[in-house]
């Protein structure tokens, strides 16, 4: 059974760069098949779906945050990560990490499951 | 960008009772729709896909349907674990979207 589980600094002051990794276990990135997800929640608010990797490195990106966002893939370490720059308060919330399965075709199904447990990361001086 | 809605944005039920969310998408998206519960400090978990798909482990009381534009989350008889936050989710296109959520609490 597949586990993915969100790691990283839970402050972060304002300006600067917010850098988050998602291990997965029972599990190989690098076995394809599924794109690797963030996502993440505002305190008390909705859930904002961030960007995707696929094991071969190529990207899609939330055009409201893509000026900002970089994930990357290291299928050596069985993880993927998120950096997201000049953050401001705005930026504080729980990050989640999800995996996004294909179906028989090989098509993304753009759901998302399982997800990570979630890490809050404040912005704060 | 594709947004959802969720009505109502919160109900209040007693066990037993039968519990109907609806979710709308600002256009269509054939069947491309899924629904997560949350409970408070935990992850979303992942109820439905495809918009009527119960995903393996999760009870019968849930059902889902709609495509296009409109889609229902129905919970036939409400128990004690079911209490929580229902969010819908596109999936037809990127940026994928969520609903803002519906609270269902106790009576």
């Known amino acids: 059974q597949v586990q993915l589980q969100e790691s990283g600094p839970g402050l972060v002051k304002p300006s600067q760069t917010l850098s988050l990794s998602c291990t997965v276990s029972g599990g190989s990135i690098s076995s394809g098949g599924y794109y690797w997800n963030w996502i993440r929640q505002h305190p008390g608010k909705g859930l904002e779906w961030i960007g995707y990797?696929?094991?071969?490195?190529?990207?899609s990106y939330n055009p409201s945050l893509k000026s900002r966002v970089t994930i990357s893939v290291d299928t050596s370490k069985n993880q993927f990560s998120l950096k997201l720059t000049s953050v401001t308060a705005a930026d504080t919330a729980v990050y989640y990490c999800?995996?996004?399965?294909?179906?028989?075709?090989?098509?993304?199904?753009?759901?998302?499951?399982?997800w990570g447990q979630g890490t809050l990361v404040t912005v704060a001086s | 960008d594709i947004q959802m809605t969720q009505s109502p944005s919160s109900v209040s039920a007693s066990v037993g009772d039968r519990v109907t969310i609806t979710c709308r998408a600002s256009?269509?998206?054939?069947?491309?729709l899924a629904w997560y519960q949350q409970k408070p400090g935990k992850a979303p978990k992942l109820l439905i896909s495809?918009?009527?798909s119960l995903q393996s482990g999760v009870p019968s009381r849930f059902s889902g349907s709609g495509s296009g534009t409109d889609f229902t989350l129905t919970i036939s008889s409400l128990q004690p674990e079911d209490f929580a936050t229902y969010y819908c989710?596109?999936?037809?296109?990127?940026?994928?979207?969520f609903g803002p959520g519906t609270k269902v609490d106790i009576k």
């Open positions: 999800g995996r996004n399965p294909f179906d028989s075709g090989g098509r993304a199904t753009n759901w998302f499951d399982p």
């Open positions: 495809a918009a009527s």
């Open positions: 989710q596109q999936a037809n296109s990127l940026p994928f979207t």
């Open positions: 256009q269509g998206i054939s069947s491309w």
């Open positions: 990797i696929y094991s071969s490195g190529s990207t």
